[in-house]
């Protein structure tokens, strides 16, 4: 008879193997936003070669956090990045953009799909910095995509990547 010590050591095994390891995707190119329609940031990740995200699994809870690296075009106007992917049942994503030492703007994302305001003067560099949980209730794949407001364009450059790692 197995004791019920070691069924629930063999139980918390089994849950560890079953997490998928952290990944990580990352941009090596520029990707251009110059339409208020929202276009798939192309991320490279995986066993190589572009892809439009990290794939999740349905039910699991998953750390998110990331950057990136965007360049603003002019004149100074709102521009926009959203997390896209499938279904959730909870989700919290704080984000802040970031100049220097200047926060432009920040919030929480709650939601797939929901608009995350860039803000930062006209042709310059900044960082759009976030990080949080979602709890994924339908199997896919995890990206950002980006949008303008009106006219100004803004670019993801090198260095920006995504990260998820399965917490349970």
């Known amino acids: 008879m ?38 798939a940031i192309s991320w490279e990740g995986g066993a190589g070669g572009d892809s439009t995200g990290i794939p999740v699994l349905s039910g699991a809870t998953y750390c998110v956090k990331g950057m990136v690296v965007a360049a603003m075009g002019s004149p100074n106007q709102n521009v926009f990045a959203r997390f896209t992917g499938p279904a959730v049942s909870s989700m919290t994503i704080g984000f802040q953009c970031i100049e220097g030492t200047q926060v432009y703007s920040s919030g929480t994302a709650t939601a797939m799909n929901q608009d995350c305001t860039i803000n930062m003067v006209s042709s310059t560099s900044g960082e759009f910095k976030f990080e ?26 090198g260095g920006s990547y995504l990260e998820a790692s399965q917490v349970a």
């Open 132 to 157: 949080g949980i979602i709890v994924f209730s339908a199997a896919g794949t995890l990206s950002i995509a980006g949008r303008i407001s009106s006219t100004t364009p803004w670019a993801a450059q």
């Open 2 to 39: 197995t004791s019920d010590k070691a069924y629930a050591v063999e139980q918390r095994l089994n849950g560890l193997l079953a997490v998928q390891p952290a990944r990580v995707w990352r941009t090596t190119q520029q990707g251009n936003f110059v339409s208020t329609s929202q276009v």
